[in-house]
């Protein structure tokens, strides 16, 4: 098919100032997060051939038929902070499908019923901030919090550090409009119902679908009373094991905990890092400095019985019949501002390593398949020190983070990456993964399969289990046009296949 | 094309914690317009991986250089200093838009950013020549650097008129420039340009203010503060010169008791923070103490305030190519303004005070004030 027949007829669809074929949109569009990969296949590009902005439903309608019939791939693209190279265009004449620009509304928010309605470009912090004047939120809260799209989120069923607490964002999605690869409209579920089994569960197959099943054009999902209360507590031990002995203590308490994460000394640098430029900035005006300790716990605690919590807490873990080898430094923060601040830097810590370093002068790459594995909740402590004894062979120094109680834990290990140490990172990467799989951990909690992970998924579920998932995606897209070759639900590019390497982010 | 181009390139992790406030990109929802994008897009131009197309000038040169995108950038990457080494980059290439290359010809040429003739810089203070012709080119300590804006901008007269007025009430000494002043050579620095031309108009102002004996260079305007206070600095780095904005200037004033606002201010009214004077100078202060002083106003403060606080739309010179763009942000601002109750925005800035006219137009009992006039009005 000919590029330019293809862009006039999208523009036939869209009109012309919502088609773009100028570099400068299909380089923002997606291929930024290849930058590692390019400089390694040097003759590879990751770019889309067109940016399409769609205003409504029909719109869409009229493109997933025009490309299913020439087999033209689409991409549904949200905010682009998905973290397996979902949205990474890797088939010449990609249709990259922005929702940001036009299908951003919120339509409808019904308080007695619980839901709202919402097209998929709406950002998550702007839903945040309109719930919250009616005391009402949506909880999946995942690390992109500041920038994600529910959209994205529900293509790749996004979580995050409370979802111990309050789930993922499956368990808020009581449906979907969705339009499938051939044009045709379909609703799952009840916007207005709670409950219901009739028929196979379609919302849940479609949400962390990464786009490769349907593209959502209406968003129904479940909303929550916003909790009142809220105390936050820094808890740091000397020692790791220390630390994870503290939350066994935790487990057997009854209290409202909304957030219990591990930091790292190096997530510490980075987020004290990040704590210094506000504070200098005047972003913020009180000192927050989070102990360099190995064994650093953030804690948030939520609900009418907040104080009592807390007093349960700090008994507890600081109890010297228990710690008296190793007493915590014990931080409460009570001020609103200064705990946003502090679990703002904590979603960020990611990229907020960075600010603690020299910028990179060249490309790095992320290890994907060690990024976001979990573990049993139990087995945590186990895994961390094998992931460490290993990482020490392997010459890598991995950033440590995790939300505890869900066994989540990402530890990143960013290399520069050359054609030469190539082999040896592949090799390191499987080493972790067999330690995640020994434990009965899965490869990916929350990040997603993407481009990266999916020759990983038969090792984790078995060739039985991939060939139902594979039989799913030529049911509803024969023609293999939505995200194809992702999810391992297609042909895997021998890229991927050979090195399992990736950029993320 | 500079290594500048790329700094941040492979440090960005493109997360996009910069487009929840990016003022730019708030107004239009395009992700070629975000921070993130235009640090990515500036590293692809420098390998060469891309050309510049019409979307990227677009996404360089609608930028307002309003940092906000440096402040909630997790990672720390200075993308204000990525945009102008790749505005500079699309100069050089000849691809600028041709906004900006009148405004450079009017600074090379007629000593200003209008092609005026740069003699008739003192047209602003047509209405008070009594006050000021014993002022123009005397030794004082107090050198009044005016600015391009307020010298030609019939509508920003009473910006310098009002502050030249204020030190008459409060007798403090002072000298203009008259003809002498020349562009400060903002735009220039707006463009990550300061190549020896630029060089030669820089030493010209320090020169001419050394003759006169200044020891204090004052401004109203807040991009010419900030290419005195750092750009100036950069060229001549024994500038023997304190540099003030009229607002530190008269919040001195007043905390000595030599000015004392005693007529009331009934309104509550929101104080626009000026990009170059409060985010990228850490002046929030000197205004605040200002308006406090005045009896009976309510100074409503933002969530989103200081270092944090909205942009007009009226800088980075963005509104000379995108007038569109700058008037979006300003009305969007002006609303934010008008749903926290806000009855009048005061404005320390020229670009500020001349965007959000435009900001307000439809908006019922909001109006804009210049500080400076404000201040005379009730000590007249």
Known sequence: MKKEDIYNKLIEICG????????????????????GLEALYKN?????????????????????????????????????????????????????????????????????????VVEPGVE??????????????????????FSCMIGGMVGNNASGASSFRFGTTRDY????????????????????????????????????????????????????????????????????DVAFRAIQEIRKLDVDLALLEFVDPMTIEGMNANFKYRLKKGIMTQKIKVPKRDGTLLIRLIGPNYKKDLEKLQTVLSDPEKFADDPPKMEVMEDSI?????????????????????????????????????????????????AKTLSQDYGVIPITMGHIFDGNVHLISAQNVTEENLGKIKEYQEKVLDIVYSLGGTITAEHGVGLW?????????????????KKIKQALDPNNILNPDKMGVGEIPSIVNFEGLGETR | MSEEMIKYYYLCNACGTCRQQCTVFRTNLIETLTPRARVTLAGELFLNKMGITKKTIDAFFSCVLCGICENSCPSGANVLEVIKATRRYIIEEGQAPDTISKIFEGIMGDKNIFLMDNEDRMGWAEDIEDKIQNKIKQQSEIGLFIGCQESFKGSLYNIPESLVLIFEKVGLDFTLLGDDEWCCGAPYFLMGVSNEKVQEIVKHNI????????????????GCYLAWKEEYKKIDSELPFEILHSTEIIADLIKQGKLKIEKGHNKKVVFQDPCDLARHSGVYDAPRTILKSIPGIKLIELEREKADAYCCGGGGLCKASYPDVATTISKNVAKIYKDNSAEEIITAC?????????????????????????ILELIK
């Open chain 2, 207 to 222: 020169e001419k203010m050394k003759e006169l004996g200044v020891k204090k260079i004052v401004t109203t305007c807040p």
């Open chain 1, 453 to 469: 992970k999916q020759h990983f998924l038969e090792k984790e579920y078995g060739k039985a289990t991939m060939d139902v998932m």
């Open chain 1, 16 to 35: 012309a100032d919502d088609v773009s074929i100028d570099d400068a949109d299909l380089v923002a569009s997606g291929d930024w997060i290849a930058k």
């Open chain 1, 173 to 240: 999605v009581r449906g979907l409009e969705i339009v499938m690869a051939d044009g045709t409209i379909i609703h799952t579920g009840h916007k207005q119902n709670e409950k219901s089994v009739a028929g196979y569960d379609l919302t849940s197959l479609f949400v962390g679908s990464e786009g490769t099943l349907g593209i959502f054009t209406e968003i129904y999902l479940k909303i929550q009373p916003l909790p009142k209360n809220e105390i936050s507590l820094i808890v740091a031990y000397k020692s790791l």
């Open chain 1, 124 to 145: 998550f912090w702007y839903l945040q901030e309109v719930l919250a004047k009616d005391d009402y939120f949506f909880p999946a809260e995942p690390g992109s919090a």
């Open chain 1, 338 to 386: 200064e705990q946003k601040h502090l679990w703002d830097a904590r979603h960020y810590a990611g990229p907020g390593i960075a600010r603690s370093m020299d910028p990179p002068t060249g490309p790095r790459m992320f290890v994907p398949a060690v990024l976001d594995v979990a573990v049993p909740p139990s087995k945590i402590v186990e895994f961390l020190k094998q």
């Open chain 1, 44 to 116: 590879i590009s990751f770019k889309a051939g067109f940016l399409v902005t769609p205003k409504n439903r029909d719109e869409i309608i009229q493109i997933a038929k025009y490309s299913n019939i020439n087999k033209i791939p689409i991409i549904p693209r949200a905010a682009n902070t998905s973290l397996g190279g979902q949205v990474l265009p890797i088939k010449e004449n990609t249709i990259m499908m922005d929702f940001g620009k036009h299908m951003n509304k919120i339509l409808e928010i019904n308080l007695e019923e619980e839901y709202v």
């Open chain 2, 350 to 374: 020229p670009a500020c005070f001349d965007n959000l006219i435009n900001g307000i137009e439809g908006l019922e009992n909001l109006t804009v004030k210049d500080i400076h006039s404000l």
